[in-house]
């Protein structure tokens, strides 16, 4: 890429640049806006809605929050809104991508091989997160592909990923994208999963069931066969301890294996900020500390969905709206503030109140304790 | 069990079933959402006020079957796929289950089809009686099956013949 | 290798778009990226590992894993997954790590 002087020498201003435009950066934008607050929403991708846009099924939560709404009709109302409330106050840079951040609160961004700087006076992070790997042998062979790419594959350009697919993991995405490449026409041979229980939601898994496709829990992935791509796996499966049982091995025959083996939050930005982190496994690894308002160690950086502990979209749509409501306040714009922060906390907690967000409200708990800086 | 295979158990299935007075009385719907999780949508769905007011986002769904009249109008808004309707008063020997069908190509009326149960097995013939596909049920496509009686608790979705989902 | 019934989604695929890979003519469709134009041609293995030279596929779609690398119109390590691909593309596989192309 071209870094010449000329092309860095291009700044721009702005209140606040909000760093992903998937659900939680759509949502923190749109909050932002309405507040009145300048906002400059960048994302590397040509269309904005991150991962939303590979989701054709209907979302859970609250009927007020998009619930019974397909994940693929969310972005297309949330730009609707952005652009006709933001007006003149809403800048949306596409095909850009944050390459850094600067200690004077500047981001370095790129677009068309082109550098510019912006500054702007307040952060929202709101970069999503990346695929976990598993290791077993074969793991690099090609067919092996993560349930994003499998989803972008299938749901974004129409194409399949194979004929038959081996699915690991039974948490939400392993059953969701299990039943799209059923929608898509491919072959499901079975989903397998090492822990005892299926962790996603047990309605996505009955209806896969439905379908025919196998759910094996208590067990894992051996071996991926084949010597230029996959044309084969080896299963077994695990007692309680997680150790194989031998003689249980059986060979499928697949020819990609598609792993949902869980979610890391995309942090880069947030270390290179020297934001202060706390590992917590059940958020997904390094996350950001922040205090209610989903604000950073540092005052200026605000963080929201993936990024600050992986969380449903419908949680992440909630958790952007807070951090675009305190940013905001935090420049002045601080209209209906109490009514607004107690309505979306109290959906927020709603959200995480049940079984299914034991989990989260385990991991929030372990933010409290002491963090650390790159 | 349902958290280790994704197939609700007969206990389960028995404690969400009609009694059989209800199903005398005509189409209800069942609703076989055991495991509480953060989603309201069906409350909001059903126009007669059989499904329950949540007190919480996470209960699970409550239903009372006698004013439930089957409708029908939950089987596509719920986001697990996990309502259907029963109607045991369709003929002598053949009841209804009324399936949510999100795959294609959809079967024609007429089509006699393979019944599927809960964990995907063949449970019996099944005759296509209907096939609802408006565009207020948002690519939810609803489908009637014809089923005998001993299968009205049983077959929860279908499989084309010669292969085909 | 193309979905042409969807339940829930109507693709709408652009004009097609000619191009070659190694040399091979490969039609995709204006809107995909080169490595989704590959993939629906059957070309699975896009590069080969530094040091073993195992195969290399398609991976995560988004730009973060480095598995797609290609050489495109002569530009060395262009991540396809994310490229849009155009009319004409010269599109090849790369050997090791490809060189550095002064452009000024």
């Known amino acids: 890429m071209r870094c010449s002087r000329e092309g860095v020498s291009l700044l721009r201003k702005t209140e606040i640049a909000v760093v992903g435009g998937g659900p939680a950066g759509l949502s923190a934008a749109l909050t932002a806006v309405r507040q009145g607050a300048n906002v400059t929403l960048v994302d590397r991708d040509p269309i904005l809605g991150g991962q939303l846009v590979k989701q054709t099924h209907m979302f859970f939560g609250s009927k007020r929050q998009y619930a019974a709404i397909r994940g693929i009709d969310i972005p297309a109302e949330l730009i609707a809104a952005l652009e006709k409330e933001g007006g003149d106050r809403i800048n949306m840079l596409l095909d850009t991508t944050v390459l850094g951040y600067y200690d004077d609160g500047s981001l370095l961004i790129e677009k068309d091989e082109q550098a510019r700087v912006l500054y702007p006076e307040r952060v929202i992070f709101a970069t999503g997160a990346a695929e976990k790997m598993l290791p077993f042998p074969g793991n690099d062979l090609p067919g092996v592909y993560g349930a994003g790419a499998v989803q972008t594959l299938m749901n974004v350009y129409g194409i399949k990923p194979g004929n038959r697919v081996l699915m690991i993991g039974a948490g939400n995405i392993g059953l969701i994208v299990s039943y799209q490449l059923v929608q898509a026409g491919v072959e499901v041979a079975a989903i397998i999963e090492g822990a005892p229980k299926i962790g996603g939601y047990l309605v996505h898994a009955s209806k896969i069931r439905r379908a025919g496709i196998p759910i094996l829990t208590s067990h894992t992935i051996v071996e991926a066969k084949g010597a230029e791509s996959v044309e084969g796996a080896v299963i077994c499966k695990l007692d309680e301890n997680w150790n194989s049982i031998p003689g249980t091995e059986q060979t499928l025959d697949v020819d990609v294996i598609c792993l949902a083996v869980g979610l890391s939050p995309l942090t880069e930005l947030v270390w290179q900020a020297c934001c202060e982190q706390v590992y917590v496994p059940e958020l997904g690894g390094y996350v950001p500390k922040r205090n209610e308002r989903m604000q950073t160690s540092l005052p200026n950086i605000y963080v929201a969905g993936d990024v600050a502990g992986i969380e449903e979209a419908s949680s992440a749509m909630i958790c952007g709206k807070i951090a675009g409501l305190y940013a905001a306040d935090d420049l002045g714009y601080s209209n209906n503030m109490e009514q607004l922060s107690a309505e979306f906390n109290r959906e927020l907690n709603e959200l995480r109140a049940g079984e299914a967000g034991a989990k989260i409200r385990q991991g929030l708990e372990k933010l409290s304790g002491g963090g650390r800086v790159c | ?165 | 290798m193309r979905i042409t019934e969807h339940p829930i989604i109507e693709f709408r695929r652009g004009n097609p778009v000619s191009f070659t890979f190694d040399g091979n003519p490969v039609t995709g469709y204006e809107g995909e990226t080169i490595a989704a134009a590959l993939h629906a041609a059957g070309v699975r293995v896009l590069s080969h590992s530094y040091k073993h030279k195992r195969p290399r596929g398609f991976f995560c779609a988004i730009g973060n894993c480095s598995s797609c690398l290609m050489k495109v119109n002569g530009v060395s390590n262009v991540r396809i997954c994310i490229t849009p691909v155009k009319e004409g593309d010269l599109v090849e596989m790369q050997q090791g790590r490809g060189e550095l192309v002064a452009q000024d």
């Open chain 2, 1 to 165: 069990m349902l958290e280790k295979t994704g197939v609700p158990t007969p206990e389960q299935v028995k404690r969400a079933a009609p009694t059989e007075d209800r199903l005398k009385k005509g189409p209800v719907a069942v609703v076989e959402c055991f495991q509480s999780i953060p989603c309201d949508p069906c409350q909001y769905a059903c126009n007669q006020g059989a499904i329950k007011e949540f007190v919480d986002i996470n209960d699970v769904p409550i239903i009372d079957h006698e004013e439930c009249n089957g409708c029908g109008i939950c089987i596509s808004q719920c986001p697990g796929l996990a309502i259907f309707v029963i109607d045991a008063t369709y003929s002598e020997d053949k009841g209804l289950v009324k399936v949510p069908h999100e795959y294609t190509p959809l079967p024609e009326k007429g089509e006699v089809v393979t019944g599927l149960d809960m964990a995907g097995n063949e449970a019996c013939d099944a005759e296509v009686v209907k096939v609802q596909s408006a565009k207020s049920l948002d690519r939810t496509p609803v489908v009637w099956l014809a089923v005998p009686h001993d299968c009205l608790m049983k077959v929860r979705g279908f499989r084309r013949k010669g292969g085909a989902e």
